[in-house]
């Protein structure tokens, strides 16, 4: 699995750690953290979530993992000025509709409710990366234990509430590749749980399967088999 290029959609106040691709290219940074992150070769390489595609172990010991503060950073909220500390009345619906489809998503949510959640969050604080696990499975391999304990320690250090959402390719078929991704998403949400004692409430798993490409131009692309992390609620 690898990240994504900078998205087509307009610019928002969230910020995208930039990660590398299997042969190592950085995508050109489109914001001061991305910056910073390739500055100092904060990428991660690990393998395809959503694909279980095999990558050498060479391959994976070369990959630097960011640090919780490198995520907490890309995680944070930007403070705008000029606006009222008090919640406005789309801020306020946008948290109820959230509220709602979290009380669903232990059963799954329908691609519409999928939809709905994704046009909540497309303007919320995200992150991209890619996590390790056993071919066409949803067990994490040792090899994504330490980007998962850079996550779980930023997590917990935070009290916002948080999507981990799993995205595939365009590669095989479409209901196979949605139960594989929301398997995997929920995964990482248990792992984190259950190592970092972040409450379950406060983390949402969603799989979406291939609904959500970064590069729409080439479905295949690798940058579109991620695993996204998203503030979704700041409390």
Known sequence: MHTSHPSSEPAAPATSLQLADAAGAVAAPCNPIERKANRVTVFVMLLGLLTGTPVSVS????????????LMQALQAKPTRGVSPQMSKEEAERRALIERLKAKATRGLSQPERQQLQKAVSNQPKVDMEVFFEFDSDKITSAAEPVLRSLGEALSNSGSDFLVAGHTDAKGKPGYNQDLSQRRAAAIRDYLASNYKIPAERLMAVGYGREQLKNSADPMAAENRRVQVVNMIER
Not at 59 to 68: C, E, F, M, N, R
């Open 59 to 70: 391959a994976q010991q070369k990959a630097p993992v960011p640090t919780a503060a490198e």
